[in-house]
């Protein structure tokens, strides 16, 4: 999923928003994580995960093509862990069926994703 694809649902379930105001809800929650994570802070949502940053340490490596030794410096990595609800919804078989959902609804979201 795309952000654009997240403000298209966003469209479906919430008529009323304008799609200049969705993205800006779309974009404001994304730079609210980023500048969180950038602040050293975690993003925690329930239901659904966590990010993090995981630094990791400088170690020794060696150049390919000469040899040589080289300094890797350490560096940030931003690294998400799943709920475990999450992981049991990704793992589920594609054949699977899915929980009734309302038809209108269904509808409006296959909609919104064309």
């Not at 009323?16 to 994570?37: F, H, K, P, Q, R």
């Amino acid at each position: 999923m795309r952000k654009s694809d997240l403000v298209k649902l966003l469209g479906v379930r919430h008529p009323g928003l304008t799609a200049a105001d969705m993205a800006y809800c779309v974009e404001l929650i994304l730079s609210a994580i980023a500048d969180g994570l950038a602040a050293g802070r975690r993003a925690e949502f329930r239901s659904f995960g966590v990010f993090h940053l995981f630094r990791s340490k400088g170690r020794k490596g060696r150049n390919p093509r000469s040899g040589a030794a080289v300094a890797v410096p350490s560096k940030n990595y931003v690294r998400f862990r799943s709920t475990i609800s999450l992981e049991q919804v990704s793992r589920a078989p594609a054949h699977a069926p899915q929980p009734p959902q309302s038809r209108a609804l269904a509808e409006a979201d296959s909609a919104a994703l064309v």
